[in-house]
Each structure stands twice: as C-alpha cells, then as structure tokens.
C-alpha cells in the first residue's frame, strides 16, 4: 500500500508528459475559476527557465504534485502550485510548499511572495497556515478583486 511516507518530491522537467497533464489539469481549474486577465499561468517553456525552480511530488512513480518559485533578486514567487484533487488531504501541499521554502533559503532569497485567487479557500488556508501574510500587487501585477497577494519572510541562516 502506498502512503504519504513514500512521498519524493524532486525537481523536475515539467515536460514530461505526466507532469504535462497535471499542469493540464490545473489550468483547466483555473480557467474553470477565473476570466483570462486574471489568470497568471507560467507555460512550460517559462518553467524550464534557468531562474525558474519547479519540483513534482510523487507517490510510487505517479506524479501528483507540483509548485515551482520564479527567482528574483530578492524575494522568489511561489507559482504552479497544485496537487492532484485524488490525493488532497495528505499534507503534500504543505511538504511541497515547505520545500520550495527551504530551497529558496538555500538560494539566499529572504522573501517568498505569491498570488493566488479569491476562489481557492484551501490555497488560501495553506498559505495562511504556513504565516503567509496579505500584502499589495507586487512585481508586475495590478490590483485585481479576484486576485489575493501574499508573502513570507524566510529565516536565512547566518553566513
């Protein structure tokens, strides 16, 4: 039987074709919850990019997770974050979120930012939980009353 103990969660191409399909997948949500000028989706291209770092969760080999951080120079956005709705309630949110945190620490970012939308409680209660904290548009991102801005100071550790 396989458990939320033999979670991997890994960087990853998200070209391959499973992850492909829940990248997919969660488009098709999105679209399903919000008009197009709403909808900030990172494509698969722009997930491969050098400053991009997208990891895959996986329980026994099946891709079911996702969530990636685009790097700036002093914060990293949290994007594409979305688990497969057959395996929500397991904590792998959270693990994946947790670990793109401590990547971006190692990376020596000291802020994580994101959006995300007014339709997604369980986002939102996520990012709440994990002391993410509301804030204005950041980047290039305008006021959006479908939008939700949050972000997270992360503990470096000393040099």
Same mark, same amino acid.
């Given at each position: #039987? @396989?458990? @939320?103990?033999?979670?991997?969660?890994?960087?990853?191409?998200?070209?391959?074709?499973?992850?492909?399909?829940?990248?997919?997948?969660?488009?098709?949500? #999105?679209?399903?919850?919000?008009?197009?000028?709403?909808?900030?989706?990172?494509?698969?291209?722009?997930?491969?990019?050098?400053?991009?770092?997208?990891?895959?969760?996986?329980?026994?080999?099946?891709? @079911?997770?996702?969530?990636?951080?685009?790097?700036?120079?002093?914060?990293?956005?949290?994007?594409? #974050?979305?688990?497969?709705?057959?395996?929500?309630?397991?904590?792998?949110?959270?693990?994946?979120?947790? *670990?793109?945190?401590?990547?971006?620490?190692?990376?020596?970012?000291?802020?994580?930012?994101?959006? *995300?939308?007014?339709?997604?409680?369980?986002?939102?209660?996520?990012?709440?939980?994990?002391?993410?904290?509301?804030?204005?548009?950041?980047?290039?991102?305008?006021?959006?009353?479908?939008?939700?801005? #949050?972000?997270?100071?992360?503990?470096?550790?000393?040099?």
């Amino acid at each position: #039987m @396989v458990t @939320v103990a033999d979670l991997r969660i890994a960087p990853a191409d998200p070209g391959e074709p499973a992850i492909r399909d829940l990248i997919a997948e969660l488009d098709a949500l #999105m679209h399903a919850l919000y008009p197009a000028e709403s909808n900030h989706l990172l494509d698969v291209e722009t997930l491969r990019q050098p400053h991009v770092r997208f990891l895959a969760a996986q329980l026994a080999g099946d891709v @079911v997770g996702c969530g990636a951080y685009v790097a700036y120079s002093d914060y990293a956005e949290i994007k594409r #974050m979305f688990v497969a709705p057959r395996c929500r309630g397991l904590g792998i949110a959270r693990r994946l979120l947790a *670990t793109l945190e401590a990547d971006a620490v190692n990376a020596g970012l000291p802020l994580t930012r994101l959006e *995300t939308g007014i339709h997604q409680p369980e986002a939102l209660g996520l990012y709440e939980r994990a002391g993410y904290r509301l804030r204005p548009p950041f980047g290039n991102y305008a006021e959006d009353p479908l939008s939700v801005f #949050m972000e997270k100071a992360l503990h470096l550790a000393p040099a």
